[in-house]
């Protein structure tokens, strides 16, 4: 048994050693011949062979959330390992990175540095920037005599854009006119990376980009999801345990349940990294006594990784807090344009007379409540100017959607919910219910079978789903797209209404 | 020896201050004892500096660690499961959760139990971007500011790029002689090879305050970004913060952190936490019966709560000859009817400061016109006199700007002008009899707008007005002997030192000084006071504040 267990110790940290190092994850994306991978490294080879200056962008969206940045980061650092290994003495390399070196002294200055770490010259930190600028020249030249090449890595390309630009520059027009060898590449997440770059260094620039996609479809999942997790027969020395985890791991990977899982977290974020984010919780979750991963493991495993952050918070408010909260949401309803506590303080005074709620507190405890709110970030100042007025009269808002909010008051069993029944948003409601009306029939039944969908996906992903769904509504019905928003709202409303239907109206698209 | 006992490290002491500051908070709470890191000698143990990173005093056990935190059971498992066994690399973590709900004190806690090197720094402290990592490095280099080297640091490093250069060397350093240590350890104790650690972890705690600093997004994306730009697998990164992860807009690239949410405690959990450690656990326990409830719906934090709870037990226990005693039935009935009157007033109450003594039997001829009061409204008027002192001037000048503030400037002739008091009556109702819509929407403005502004020449105008006035009905009450020469001398007596006074307001607050206005160019003020410590005031000096006011 004690065996059992040290072997199911040592199979994860194995599992997690491998899961932290990305670097080997990405090399299975390097195989296939028509890869940025490939075509990057005929530039950068071309440029190191035939001895001429090169540039490139590389781009990735980054967009909702997906972080391709990494992968393109990753790509780039097989590829230069990759000629390392072929001419390992013609090539030195200079990385800099935007978020580090976005300052162009400070970047000069590390150029300077690690030019000469790679030729073991001394470097000086006394250096002044003219200094650095003309040693980079300098070593260029020589660089370009020697027939080696310098590949200048630039991470987070669009940090460099921002300001005079004047390493950028300088880097450039230093290959415009040198007789040197070497290749500037750009690493970003904007895609409109090149329209940020001043004209006198657009000019310079090769304008040579590579896209960079997310890897979407399931092949590259599973990919992903079997190199990490494995094992491989050969290397490991438990053959019995290594075989019946694999199984195991097959067998799970097979279930609908877990493809279910896989999904929704491909809704939520489709990068590489978030897939081995929760391939790491759901190891860390492993159980040691067994030493086997479930299919509980990977379903707690997305739990914790896509966590409705708002919702938890508002859970976690006192009774006080939510009042507070419903009377800026019934503020809200009202259309008042911008209301601060005071405006709050009325409106509490106000339902506390008609709803008869037994919670009623001074002013300062609720000034204290209302600042409590401030610091979960569950409301904002309006605008950072009128730091001389005191808190009181500062204009708020509202951070959290009316969803969020109804769904934490349903849970909490002290709150009594008809308080957030605003009179003016059942107005809204039957406002709505004429409308629907006049809708054409295919139009209204999209809507509430997007509402329905919705509802049973609100159970694990409300935070996105608005989002999404405002989008792909958008994507059939342009015109409306202003304010989808409220409309998905009013469907959501309408649905609670008319729920026996619902499955009905389902069947019939 | 006094020199290697004492935290002479400023950045150390700092920490311990930060570290002892939170169990002290939740002393009520946890039984911990002030952790105190180890700063052993340098001399004695110059071979090992990666022990200054682990705690003293033996480890604490896994149950003693669960019991210690009630309610943070879940928490502290799976943290303890993502920075897993000995020597596994890990992910960068994210603990976030509202404030007092033991973030800092649960994560320190199970370093003090897994017994591994770590290095603190928190962003309260370390207040700016060259602090914390020159705090950072110097804990990694085991060094100490004291005065015989000018509390220098050990490496100077103010941007981000040589801050990553200065902690990749430092951390290669300490994780060599870590690996080193463990192999010469492993010669002696065959038996104990599980003694070798390697991995170092790096905690930055209150990271939501960066946002606040210069070029927080540098720093953070930095920060987030860290686990990348070092590639090496035995540093561990944890971040601690009160605010969630969505809040800090992590586009930046970099691995997003795997989130662990502390959660606010229910009320089943305080009441764990606040019955641990009391002396008389029975009593309290029915104190807290009937407090923790209604305290619950106000506010779910632990610090306050105990605060609120401390004054109130002192109530509850004043009935009770001997605090050891063990309450019945009847006795808590009587006890929760004593209590009762207490907990209304303490209910609507932020925090209470002790006043002086001397003041307090002063303020008890009042307290028995205010008793009725207190009892009719039920709540609210706790506060009954003003509890602190000041001078007339003083007071006549916080009147006059609160009335600056709240007045029209266009009002201040009718208001002040001996002759216009009649005109002034007609007006009044002809703004009552005006439609209320007019009424509503001023009345919104002064909810939203606030406390107007008013350059320094009208104040002193409105302060000559309301002083000259008081003067007069002084007067009148000794007229005979009343001599104008007198009247006026008190006058500039009461002028002369004005602007002091002013300046003195404006520093405590009550008048703030806005910016200037972009006609006149002069520095305009404006009145924070609340209109019922106006009315207050005003009721201590026997001045008819509410004549004066045209809203009311």
Known sequence: ????????????????????????????????????????????????????????????????????????????????????????????????????????????????????????????????????????IAVLREYGLAHKTVIFVLDEFDLFAQGKQRLLYSLLDAMQSVASQAVV????????????????????????????????????????????LTWKLHCFTLVNYANKFNTKLHNIFKDTQFMEVLDALSDYDSSINNLLNFLFVAVCDMALDSGYLSLDNFKTAALSIQRPFKLEI????????????????????????????????????GIHVSYQIPDYYSQNVCLRAFEHLLQRELICFMDNRGHSLSIEFRPVKLLISSYELHQALKSNRFFPVRVLKCPSSQVNLIDWQKRWNNFPLILSQWLLAIACWFRRAFSLRFKFVSKWSGFSLSMCMPAIDDDITSYMEASIQLVEVERDSEDNLLANI | MIETTSHSEAMSKEEALQVTKRTTRSSTSTPVKTPVRTQKTIKSHASLPSNNLVFEGEPLSLEALISNFPGRRLQILKLLNFIGPLNTSMLPLFLYGGPATGKTSVLLQSFRHLQRPFVYASCRTCHNPKILFESVLNQLLSHRQQASNGYSCAKKCEKPSDFVHLLQEALKEVINTLKGNSKEKMVPKESEGQDHKSMVYLIFDNLELVRDWEKHSVIISMLFKLY??????????????????????????????????????????????????????????????????????ITRRVDELSIAFQSLFQKYCEPLSDSGIVPTGDMKRMLFKDLNRHLAPSLNETFSIPSHLSYEEEAKKDKVRWKANVKNSGHGEALDDINFHMSI?????????????????????????????????????????????????????????????????????????????????????????????????????????????????????????????????????RSTVSEELALKVARSMKFPLSQYLYQK
């Not at chain 1, 267990?5 to 670097?23: G, P």
């Not at chain 1, 980054?62 to 230069?80: N, P, T, Y």
């Not at chain 2, 949410?261 to 002396?279: A, K, V």
């Open chain 1, 185 to 228: 590449i750009g690493a970003s997440c904007r895609l409109d990376a090149d329209q940020l770059l001043e004209k006198r260094v657009r000019s310079r620039f090769s304008h040579r980009k590579l896209l960079f996609l997310p890897p979407n479809k399931e092949d590259r999942k599973r990919q992903v999801f079997l190199h990490s």
């Open chain 2, 228 to 297: 990348d730009i070092l590639k090496l697998p035995e540093v561990g990164l944890i971040f601690i913060s009160n605010a969630s992860p969505d809040t800090y807009y992590m586009n930046t690239g970099s691995l997003e952190p795997l989130p662990i949410y502390f959660p606010d405690y229910t009320e089943d959990e305080l009441y764990q936490i606040f019955s641990r450690n009391q002396e008389n656990p029975k009593l309290y326990s029915s104190f807290l019966d009937i407090t923790l409830k209604p305290f619950c719906r």
């Open chain 2, 393 to 525: 001037s003083a007071k006549y000048l916080l009147i006059s700007a609160f009335l600056a503030s709240r007045n029209r400037a266009t009002l201040d002739a009718t208001l002040f002008d001996s002759t216009g008091g009649g005109d002034n009556r007609k007006r009044k109702r002809k703004i009552s009899e005006a439609s209320k819509e007019k009424k509503e929407t001023a009345e919104e403005e002064l909810l939203m707008k606030g406390p107007g502004t008013f350059p320094l020449e009208r104040l002193l105008a409105i302060f000559q007005c309301i002083t000259s006035v008081m003067e007069d009905s002084l007067d009148e009450g000794v007229q005979e002997s009343g001599s104008d020469l007198g009247a006026e001398g008190g006058n500039s007596e009461l002028m002369s030192d004005v602007l002091l006074q002013l300046s003195t307001l404006c520093n405590a607050n009550f008048i703030s000084k806005g910016g200037t206005c972009p006609l006149e160019a002069s520095t305009r003020y």
């Open chain 1, 314 to 349: 508002i859970q976690g408010c006192s009774i006080l807090e939510l009042y507070i909260l419903v009377c800026m949401k019934r503020l809200e309803d009202k259309e008042q344009n911008s209301y601060n506590f005071n405006s709050v303080m009325k409106e509490y005074k």
């Open chain 1, 1 to 136: 048994m004690e065996q059992q267990q040290t072997l199911a110790v040592n199979a994860q940290i194995e599992l997690r050693r491998r899961l932290c190092d990305r670097k080997s994850i990405f090399s299975i994306f390097s195989d296939s011949p028509n890869s940025n991978h490939s075509k990057l490294k005929f530039i950068v080879s071309n440029s190191v062979t035939e001895g001429c200056n090169n540039s490139v962008l590389l781009l990735g969206p980054r967009g909702c959330g997906q972080k391709e940045v990494e992968l393109r980061a990753k790509v780039l650092d097989l590829v230069i390992e990759d000629l390392k290994s072929e001419h390992h003495d013609l090539i030195s390399v200079v990385k800099l990175d935007g978020i580090l070196h976005s300052d162009d002294n400070c970047a000069l200055k590390e150029i300077a540095k690690q030019l000469c770490l790679e030729n073991q010259l001394l470097f000086s930190k006394m250096a002044s920037s003219d200094d650095n600028s003309q040693f980079m």
